[in-house]
């Protein structure tokens, strides 16, 4: 099952999945996720990578996803991205990406730059044209990232959450 959004250029590119669990103890008892991580790379076949053309970036296993600055293989893969060499993340869900705006928002607008796709199992996404596969716009987990990721929705949830407290 292929996507619409895959076009020759992003295959001309290595597909990478990034595989995270927050915590040592998860990775342990959690083996179900990880599984479901690795198998992303069955999913960047459907989507037309070749085996030789699919990376996959694990070195932040058992490391929240708080803050990138410990996080060798997230800062790894926004490099990769932005030397170009990455057509498509893939990502069990994309919250494995990043926890907070500071570090979510530079990578899509890297991604964006350089054309490269962000997927997961409800679909793939065009940050440079905030465009999704007609499956993930069905999808509810992209209608809350959607909603959750735009400027004026943050600013306006900080606004009303400051006047809460």
Request: charged letters at 25%.
């Amino acid at each position: 099952m292929g996507s619409e959004l895959v076009k020759p250029h992003h295959l001309s590119r290595k597909a990478v999945i990034y595989v995270r669990q927050s915590t040592p103890h998860q990775v342990l008892t959690n083996q179900e996720s990880l599984r479901l991580q690795y198998a992303l790379r069955e999913r960047a076949h459907e989507l037309g990578w070749s085996e030789a053309e699919i990376d996959v970036i694990d070195a932040d296993l058992g490391l929240s996803g708080a803050a990138a600055s410990h996080r060798q293989g997230f800062k790894d893969l926004v490099s990769r991205v932005t030397l170009d060499e990455v057509g498509i993340i893939l990502s069990l869900e994309v919250t494995r990406l990043a926890r907070n705006c500071s570090d979510w928002y530079p990578l899509l607008d890297v991604c964006g730059y350089r054309e490269c796709l962000i997927a997961d199992r409800d679909g793939v996404y065009d940050p440079g044209t905030a465009t999704r596969s007609a499956r993930a716009a069905r999808s509810p987990r992209w209608i809350s990232w959607s909603a959750l990721n735009s400027p004026p929705k943050t600013v306006g949830m900080s606004s009303r959450l400051d006047r809460i407290l």
